[in-house]
């Protein structure tokens, strides 16, 4: 039995990001960058790799587990009390000494830390260290070394463990050893990824780098005030997406993992290690909201690059971290998989898609930083708007796969023909930024198009609601998109019905709203939707209340997946995730913004 997704914690060091179990259990780590190849990946088989540092009695009736990170950080401390007495395990993946606020994550010398310190009594310990580099294609070879460290070494990948205090010694394919910690005893264990033809792996000191790695954390998030509603979780979701961040370039990944499925035995797992266009204004808000505007800058600047000269071609969805169109996607058949869901992938085809809302996406992003970035837009932001504005002018009549991309035919779905009339609707009010070659007058007059094809193809009288897409009677959370974007009023009549019958039809327990009729699971980004829809239709006391269901959700370090189990309540799909807590920034600002308390 693997762990629930909501056991795990979440470790970042702005490069890379590591999930920590209840019971001690590193079980997922991709060292050299977020969507790199895993040296632990028992999060997708129980053989998958991974660094277990733990009580023996870890599991037993009489072990209890009691978890919290450091205020503004990204640094675990777990207490577990056991019969024997109670010991806290501490775990960090290190900042570069010294680091602080934006400095943080721009050269992560790529080491996990665990310091363990006793509390009380003395505690039975064990520490098992398994590694199976490239997704457990390989099997390393352990060394012992002089020093009392133990080297893992296979095809591109060292790995050295140190234990300050303790010599380690491998046996066959794993380092396992058993000790004790006293009242007042402290031990510390560093894990230093390096690649195997170049710079050796680093050499710190764990007990001190978790205390510069905390600092770290601290200066960054002091730099970054929010002054709304609901501030602790705001805060931590800030702090969340802040560790989903590739420092290097600015980009926001999806998510830490992937192939964490959406149903349990299903085939809907995939790679969420990139950085998604189409999610791009909902992250800038984000981060302009709870971060600030040099964060925001520098994802556009990571986008424009990204995207680079736009010709006739759609652009892709998603990028690697640094930019990388090509993230043809391919399975793992070595991994089981998460409770047996298959297949793993790594990798995510949707990059090919037509997915026609992105450039409304961009461009409304363009327009929410304009007095940020000035009266006129540099050279390749100019180009890239007008280049996507003529794109939409030219293609928004086109089918395309719409924001769920779905692997089957395209379709003329609602929420594309929308964000269309936001890149032109922004586009025209950006005129003034854009130059002489803002073809303004030709602009409004096809957004005017788009909006009145939307109103008379886009409600259905049958279900007397705005739907998924043309010509269909099927509800879909996505028309909660509609007011967040300003296309309409939420208190316009037909809107008010439409988020009435989403609710009605496609809500479930806890203030959960599915996307479809027959998802199993709770998306989360759609039900804070509905709380935005509802504070501004002049709702605010029930939004408000369906924020705080909504928010419970939560694990027991304020973590958010994609998805929860409408039966069980568990988390499904792959954790954190960067558009959950999007989505309760975004709510709890549109809340502080509506007024009430």
């Known amino acids: 039995m693997q762990p629930p997704i909501s056991d795990y914690g979440f470790l970042s060091d702005l490069r890379s990001s590591a999930l920590v179990s209840k019971d001690g259990s590193v079980d997922w780590w991709c060292p050299q960058r977020f969507d790199s190849p895993s040296v632990f990946a028992r999060l997708l088989d129980p053989g998958g790799g991974h660094w277990r540092l733990a009580p023996a009695a870890a599991g037993s009736a009489g072990h209890r587990v009691h978890r919290s990170y450091q205020p503004d950080t990204l640094v675990l401390r777990t207490v577990h009390r056991t019969p024997e007495g ?65 080297l893992a070494g296979a095809g591109p990948v060292d790995l050295v463990l140190r234990c300050h205090g303790l010599r380690l010694r491998a046996d066959d394919d794993r380092v396992r050893q058993s000790f004790e910690i006293a009242e007042g005893q402290v031990l510390g264990f560093d894990l230093a990824y390096g690649a195997a033809y170049g710079d050796p792996p680093a050499e710190l000191d764990p007990v001190a ?36 961040t590739y420092a290097r370039s600015g980009a926001v ?62 652009i892709p969805v998603l990028f690697g971290l640094e930019g990388e169109r090509d993230v043809y996607e ?72 719409g924001i769920w991309e779905p692997r089957e035919k395209e379709r003329h779905f609602l929420s594309s023909k929308v964000l269309c009339w936001v890149a032109l609707d922004k586009a025209v009010q950006l005129g003034p930024h854009l130059g ?23 409600f259905d009288e049958r279900s007397g609601a705005y739907t998924g897409a043309f010509g269909s009677s099927e509800l879909d959370a996505s028309a909660l998109y509609l007011p967040v974007m300003g296309f309409l009023p939420a208190d316009d009549p037909r809107m008010r019905a439409t988020i ?77 995730q960067a558009l959950s807590h999007i989505g309760l920034i975004n709510a709890a600002w549109r809340l502080t913004e509506s007024g009430g308390q």
């Open 500 to 576: 009435a019958a989403v609710e009605r039809e496609l809500g479930g327990p806890g203030g959960l709203i599915r996307r479809w009729q027959d998802e199993p699971g709770g998306f989360l980004l759609c039900s804070f939707w509905l709380v935005e829809c509802l504070a501004m239709a002049g709702e605010r006391e029930r939004a408000a209340s369906l924020f705080e269901q909504i928010t419970g959700h939560a694990n027991d370090l304020g973590l958010l997946s994609e998805q929860i189990d409408l039966d069980s309540g568990a988390h499904l799909g792959n954790t954190p």
């Open 330 to 401: 391919h399975e793992c058949p070595r991994l089981a998989g998460y409770a047996g869901s298959t297949p793993v992938r790594v990798g995510n085809d949707a990059w090919q898609q037509r997915q026609s809302d992105v450039p409304g996406e961009i461009v409304s992003a363009a327009w929410l930083l304009r007095d940020y970035l000035g009266d006129e837009f540099d050279d390749e932001m100019l180009e890239m708007v007008l280049g996507l504005t003529e794109q939409v002018a030219a293609t928004w009549r086109l089918p395309d796969r």
């Open 86 to 150: 109670s010991v806290a395990v501490t775990d960090a993946l290190a900042g570069e000494p010294g680091a602080r606020a934006h400095e943080l994550g721009m050269n992560s010398p790529a080491v996990l830390v665990r310091v363990v310190e006793g509390l009380s009594g003395r505690v039975p310990m064990t520490v098992e260290f398994r590694p199976r580099p490239q997704y457990s294609l390989t099997a390393p070879y352990l060394k012992d070394r002089a020093d009392g460290a133990v």
């Open 253 to 314: 990944t999806a998510a830490a993992t992937t192939s964490l499925p959406e149903v349990i035995g299903g085939d809907r797992n995939y790679d969420y290690r990139f950085a998604w266009l189409r999610d791009f204004a909902m992250t800038l808000r984000a981060l302009w909201v709870a971060a600030c505007p040099a964060e925001s800058s520098r994802l556009f600047a990571w986008a424009t690059r990204s995207i680079g000269r736009i010709g006739a071609e759609p």
């Open 209 to 244: 780098a978790v205390t510069d790695t905390v600092q770290a954390w601290q200066a960054f998030r002091e730099l970054h005030q929010y002054e709304g509603r609901y501030q602790d979780l705001v805060r931590r979701s800030a702090t969340v997406l802040t560790g989903l």
């Open 436 to 458: 002489e070659r803002a073809d303004v007058r030709r602009w409004a007059a096809i957004r005017d198009e788009i909006r009145a094809t939307v109103l008379r193809e886009g």
